[in-house]
C-alpha cells in the first residue's frame, strides 16, 4: 500500500510495527500535531485574519476528528472557524463560492483525494478571489497554492518501491513494518503572496523549507 490513510484503524494491519497480514506499505496518517501546526503556521502568516474556512471531506476516514481539533485550536487563540464540506467533486465549486459568501479571510485545506485531484480548481479559485489558503501537500505550493506543510506525496510514493523489491526477494509483508511520514516541508510560494498583496514574515520565510520566488 502507498499513503494509506489510517491502516490500523481500518483494520488492514493490526499494528504499525509488525502488520502480521499480507499487506505493509507506507501510511499517510494525519495527526492532531500536523493539524497544529498548519493552523499556527496560517495564523502567524496572516495574523489579521482571524476567520478560517476549513474545505474538508465528511467521507474522508478520521478527517472529522481532526476538523474539531483544528477548530479547538482557532478558538484557544482567538479565531473563528468555518465549516466548508464536500463529499465529492461536484460540490466543490459551490462549497469555494460559499467561502467566499463567508468573507473567510484565509483557508486551510484538509487532506483528502478530492481535494488533492482538484488541487488546481482550489489554486485557482482562491487566488482568483484573493483568498490565501495553506495546502497539506508541498507539490500544492509548487503549484500555486500560497503555502503548504506536509510530507511531499512524490517522496511518499517513492518508498513503497524498497518494500517491492523485499518482498520480490522472499520477505513476508507480515514482518515489515508500515512507514510513517518521517519529513515535512513547509513551503511559501512568494509569487502567489505577491498576486495575493501579502507580505510573508521574515521570521516564517527563514524557517520554510522551500521559498518560490
Known amino acids: 500500500m502507498a499513503i494509506a490513510r489510517d491502516p490500523l484503524d481500518n483494520g488492514y494491519v493490526k499494528s504499525l510495527a509488525r502488520p502480521e497480514a499480507n499487506i505493509t506499505g507506507v501510511s499517510n496518517t494525519v495527526s492532531t500535531e500536523i493539524i497544529g501546526k498548519r493552523m499556527q503556521l496560517l495564523g502567524e502568516m496572516l495574523p489579521d485574519r482571524p476567520v478560517i474556512g476549513l474545505i474538508w471531506n465528511p467521507k474522508s476516514e478520521g478527517l472529522a476528528g481532526l476538523v474539531a481539533f483544528a477548530e479547538q485550536v482557532a478558538k484557544s487563540v482567538g479565531n473563528q472557524t468555518i465549516s466548508l464540506p464536500l463529499q465529492g467533486p461536484e460540490e466543490l465549486q459551490g462549497v ?99 498576486t495575493l498583496d501579502l507580505t510573508v514574515p521574515p521570521g516564517l520565510l527563514a524557517i520554510a523549507d522551500e521559498v518560490i520566488e
Open 96 to 194: 469555494l463560492e460559499k467561502a467566499v459568501e463567508d468573507h473567510v479571510g484565509a483557508l486551510l485545506v484538509m487532506p483528502d483525494p478530492v481535494e488533492f485531484d482538484h488541487r488546481r480548481e482550489i489554486i485557482d479559485f482562491t487566488v482568483a478571489n484573493r483568498i490565501p489558503a495553506m495546502h497539506p501537500y508541498p507539490e500544492e505550493a509548487e503549484e500555486g497554492a500560497l503555502a503548504a506543510y506536509g510530507s511531499s506525496l512524490s517522496d511518499e510514493y517513492r518508498r513503497p518501491a524498497y518494500y517491492v523489491d523485499k518482498i520480490l526477494k522472499g520477505v513476508a509483508p507480515a514482518d515489515l513494518p508500515v512507514l510513517q511520514p518521517t519529513k515535512f516541508e513547509f513551503v511559501i510560494n512568494l509569487k502567489t503572496a505577491k
